[in-house]
């Protein structure tokens, strides 16, 4: 069974604070994905990487940073949080079958961030 | 770039019946790959059904089957004999070269 793990459920930080999410998968997956998911936007690509220290930017990456050192191990980081990242966080890896009309999604179970 | 399309921020449906859920998508490739998850009030993402650019006929597993159309840029959900436990959000999303765009999801709620 494809394992996607998050380090957290649920998390609450203050304003200003640095924020880690950390997302582990164990199917030995190319792809890695943060997600954010917030009523009737859907997800929205913050950043995706397709390899070790390789990372794209997604549709909203104002505010976060990844860090991607090992294949298996893909982080967010809020710099500095702020009340509007208050949301639910899916981290997602796929394998690197780029051109490949199948190649599903294995997602984590989410963090549901509260920033104060 | 790739936009999808769910016009049905909810909806619900009587128990045993069946029920479609809409998914118009944009792209201007020639090769990509349709999903739909199930996202229940717990919150994981539960891969439901695929469906390939390619593929000629209509994607089907289990209760689930996939209305595809092509030429109108459609890939509805058909969840036949709806069950209580169908109540959660549905995504549908539309992948190529490693990359995937969510819809904004509907809400289903099936009555007893």
């Known amino acids: 069974d494809v394992k996607v793990t998050q380090s957290s459920r649920y998390l609450v930080k203050r304003t200003g604070e640095k924020v880690f999410l950390e997302c582990v998968q164990d199917m030995d997956h190319e792809n890695m994905f943060w997600y954010r998911q917030d009523p009737g936007l859907g997800l929205r690509l913050i950043y995706f990487s397709y390899d070790v220290k390789m990372k794209e930017k997604g549709d909203i990456p104002e505010g976060y940073s990844v860090s991607r050192e090992k294949k298996e191990r893909f982080s967010l980081i809020l710099e500095s949080a702020s009340t509007n990242q208050t949301s639910m966080y899916l981290c997602?890896?796929?394998?690197?079958?780029?051109?490949?009309?199948?190649?599903?999604?294995?997602f984590g179970p989410g963090t549901r961030l509260t920033v104060l | 770039a790739q936009k999808i399309t769910q016009t049905q921020p909810g909806m619900f449906v009587q128990e045993k019946e069946a029920v479609t859920l809409d998914c118009t998508y944009d792209t201007s490739d020639q090769s990509y790959g349709l999903f739909w998850y199930k996202q229940p009030s717990s919150g994981e993402m539960i891969f439901l059904i695929y469906q390939g650019s390619y593929d000629e006929q209509n994607a089907t597993e289990g209760r689930y089957s996939l209305n595809f159309q092509k030429a109108r840029k459609s890939a509805n959900l058909v969840i036949s004999a709806s069950q209580l436990g169908d109540s959660a959000m549905y995504f549908c999303a539309i992948h190529n070269f490693n990359k995937y765009y969510f819809g904004s999801g509907t809400k289903l709620n099936v009555k007893p």
């Open positions: 997602a890896s796929s394998p690197g079958l780029a051109g490949v009309e199948y190649n599903e999604q294995f």
